[in-house]
């Protein structure tokens, strides 16, 4: 006899959940729950007015759920797995991009660099307070001039004696304006290095970057370097070359091809919920075939998304996961989040531009998530490369 088959779950079609550990779902839930209660009554409010009033006591209470560096290990860090790590991103993204940028930058590129490149002395010092939430910290290597091509950054730094002097700018930084640290990347004698700048130094400004259309419920700076003294032992000493940045990159990005599934199950499911209440020529929108069609397509994208990541959080977790993998993620998860608003959006009708429904805030902020860690054409050329051995980059 055959067993019986459960039934059919509309919120997990393809029963992604059974792949799930206890520990995976408690994870899943803790956030949840932290977002529902602190984030999502206040973000339409924080979008509008393009701020995120109170960063510093979001950034503890994110500390107090182990969220800040929570795939780290040790120095207060959660040691969590790549797959937690994964299902925390979606949940945060799943209220705003800009609430999981805070995040990712904390713990992906920050910390991360700290952790896997910095010194005993440096991570005694920093990681305890950035996985507390006490310090926020920030990563500078975008520059004005120079965003997909950071070999060409022209921030410099140089010996002055025992010291380093760092002079340059970067752009376009999560963080900056708020940050107690930054991991600032520059140009030396020797090869691209990254230092772990004070941000109370003589010499380092942050100007926050106004005016945003997207990513609006974020802080969002310039890193200003004007001639910024540092002891000699401020170089992280355990990377020289692009390697550095880029591996840090790589990990942020795994973050993203999970988060991006979460802003767009959120406008899913507004579009269901709307589909199964507004009516039009004497019944729900949602029993005519045409808007069907589209919650079906939308529906077998998003989960296929969740299922490509949950994939490469597995190959993370025993250690074979490549930056190719991450690449095809990013690439794949983004777009087609984009595409699962705008088509959300099309079901709401005139309805979907308004801040009473998520789906346009989502949209816009996934504009900004589709360019930073790597645009599109950046991945396309990764993948490229990795398909045919043929470098197209230059």
């Not at 937690?84 to 713990?107: N, T, W």
Request: contains cysteine; negative net charge.
């Amino acid at each position: 006899m055959s067993p019986k088959l459960p039934p059919f779950d509309p919120s997990d079609p393809l029963g992604i959940d059974d792949l799930l550990e206890p520990e995976d779902l408690a994870v899943r839930d803790t956030v949840r729950s932290w977002a529902a209660d602190r984030v999502l009554p206040f973000v339409a409010e924080w979008y509008e007015a393009g701020e995120l009033p109170g960063i510093r006591e979001l950034a503890k209470e994110l500390g107090g759920i182990g969220a800040l560096g929570m795939s780290l290990s040790g120095y207060g860090c959660a040691g969590a797995s790549a797959v937690q790590y994964g299902l925390a991103c979606l949940e945060l993204e799943a209220a705003d991009s800009g609430i999981r940028s805070l995040v990712s930058v904390q713990g992906s590129l920050a910390m991360y660099a700290l952790h896997r490149f910095g010194s005993e002395e440096q991570k005694q010092r920093w990681l305890p307070a950035m996985a507390a939430g006490d310090v926020i910290g920030c990563f500078g290597l975008t520059e004005p001039d120079h965003g997909s091509d950071p070999a060409s950054m022209r921030t410099y730094a140089k010996r002055d004696g025992g010291d380093w002097v760092l002079r340059g700018r970067k752009m376009w930084i999560t963080n900056g304006s708020v940050a107690g640290v930054a991991v600032v990347w520059a140009q030396t004698e020797d090869g691209i290095r990254g230092f772990v700048v004070p941000t109370d130094v003589p010499g380092f400004s942050a100007p926050e970057i106004k005016h945003k259309w997207s990513l609006r419920a974020s802080v969002t700076s310039e890193l200003v370097l004007d001639d910024v003294r540092l002891p000699g032992d401020a170089v992280l000493p355990e990377v020289t070359g692009l390697r550095g940045p880029l591996s840090c990159l790589s990990h942020a990005r795994y973050g993203i091809v999970w988060g991006a599934m979460g802003a767009a199950r959120t406008c899913f499911e507004a579009a269901v919920d709307y589909a199964k209440t507004r009516e039009q020529f004497g019944r729900p929108i949602g029993g005519f075939q045409l808007t069907q069609a589209k919650l079906a397509d939308m529906a077998v994208e998003l989960h296929k998304g969740i299922l490509l990541a949950h994939h490469l959080g597995r190959r993370m977790d025993a250690g074979r996961l490549r930056p190719e993998q991450i690449s095809f993620g990013k690439l794949n998860n983004v777009r087609e989040a984009i595409d699962i608003c705008r088509t959300a959006r099309t079901i709401l009708g005139a309805n979907g531009i308004s801040l009473e429904y998520p789906v346009m805030r989502h949209a816009t902020n996934l504009e900004s998530v589709l360019t930073y860690e790597g645009t599109v054409e950046m991945h396309q050329l990764v993948l490229g490369k990795a398909l045919t051995g043929l470098d197209a980059f230059r």
